[in-house]
């Protein structure tokens, strides 16, 4: 037995012509998480405004865990304490 593993076979290609060179595969694809591409996308109408603010947001840096903590607990909520000062004077 050889102990060399047989290299496994790339599946295969379909496309009879030449392989496409590098400026035509940048030509196929326009990457949509560029903004300048995205603007001009969203200008062309290739994508909606939605789609635009999904990648905007999706470039955009979560909050760290503590800023959120911090957030949530250091709020005034005054609605829901003005309704239960008026619930209680009710009854």
Known sequence: MSSRKKAKKPPPYFYDGPPPSKE?????????????????MLEEDDITAAEEGFMVGREQEPPSKKETRKKAAGHDDDVSVELAKEDAQDS
């Open 24 to 40: 035509e595969k940048e030509e196929l694809t326009e990457d949509i998480y560029d903004t300048d591409v995205r603007e001009t």
